[in-house]
């Protein structure tokens, strides 16, 4: 299992770099890769869990979802995905957590003009929402990062690709912009994409 990448930094400051990963894992266990750039070390950490001859929930996987926010990416597990009716109104909701680092909680869903699940792209500035929180201190959730109709500078579009109900498996991705918290200014929100299954 690798990670590599080209390109040219062409600003100073605080960077963003994406890098493509190849390969199989042969074992269980956080890989910690190395990072050398000039003087100064640092490393990430990838956890492998083992794969499943059964049933696998995609809901459990730590790839179940994933985004990129303005300094660093998150992933994890969904431990719930729903749909509810709130006022007449019918809509979906993924619950997922960080599984590496515990501390966090990411929520998002979107409601409908029907009673269906729709495709279609949904904005968090009517109907969608995009909530990240960071719960280490359980009794005082802190909000990180948070789209929706209360904030109108600030813009999460949550895209539904697909939704089979004989498998109860939804896809999609979302992107754009969220409110950090406490600077309380707009960041970007990319590479947000999901798969799971409803309960």
Same mark, same amino acid.
């Given at each position: 299992?690798?990670?590599?990448?080209?390109?040219?930094?062409?600003?100073?400051?605080?960077?963003?770099?994406?890098?493509?990963?190849?390969?199989?894992?042969?074992?269980?266990?956080?890989?910690?890769?190395?990072?050398?750039?000039?003087?100064?070390?640092?490393?990430?950490?990838?956890?492998?869990?083992?794969?499943?001859?059964?049933?696998?929930?995609?809901?459990?996987?730590?790839?179940?979802?994933?985004?990129?926010?303005?300094?660093?990416?998150?992933?994890?597990?969904?431990?719930?995905?729903?749909?509810?009716?709130?006022?007449?109104?019918?809509?979906?909701?993924?619950?997922?957590?960080?599984?590496?680092?515990?501390?966090?909680?990411?929520?998002?869903?979107?409601? =409908? !003009? %029907?009673?269906? @699940?729709?495709?279609? &792209?949904? /904005?968090?500035?009517?109907?969608?929402?995009?909530? $990240?929180?960071?719960?280490?201190?359980?009794?005082?959730?802190?909000?990180?990062?948070?789209?929706?109709?209360?904030?109108?500078?600030?813009?999460?579009?949550?895209?539904?690709?697909?939704?089979?109900?004989?498998?109860?498996?939804?896809?999609?991705? =979302? !992107? %754009?912009?969220? @409110?950090?918290?406490? &600077?309380? /200014?707009?960041?970007?929100?990319?590479?947000?994409? $999901?798969?799971?299954?409803?309960?």
């Amino acid at each position: 299992m690798q990670f590599s990448g080209t390109g040219n930094l062409t600003t100073t400051g605080l960077q963003i770099i994406t890098l493509q990963g190849s390969g199989t894992p042969t074992a269980e266990g956080g890989n910690i890769f190395p990072i050398t750039i000039g003087a100064t070390n640092c490393s990430f950490t990838v956890p492998v869990v083992a794969g499943s001859t059964g049933n696998t929930n995609i809901n459990d996987l730590d790839s179940a979802w994933s985004f990129t926010g303005p300094t660093k990416g998150f992933n994890g597990p969904f431990v719930d995905v729903f749909d509810t009716t709130v006022d007449n109104t019918y809509g979906v909701i993924l619950l997922g957590y960080t599984q590496a680092s515990g501390d966090t909680v990411v929520q998002f869903g979107t409601f =409908f !003009t %029907g009673q269906t @699940i729709q495709p279609g &792209t949904y /904005s968090s500035q009517n109907f969608a929402a995009f909530y $990240f929180t960071d719960y280490r201190d359980t009794a005082h959730p802190a909000k990180i990062y948070t789209a929706d109709f209360n904030n109108q500078s600030a813009n999460t579009r949550l895209t539904i690709s697909s939704y089979d109900p004989a498998t109860q498996i939804i896809t999609g991705t =979302f !992107t %754009g912009t969220a @409110i950090s918290t406490p &600077t309380n /200014s707009p960041v970007p929100i990319t590479n947000g994409k $999901f798969r799971a299954k409803f309960r």
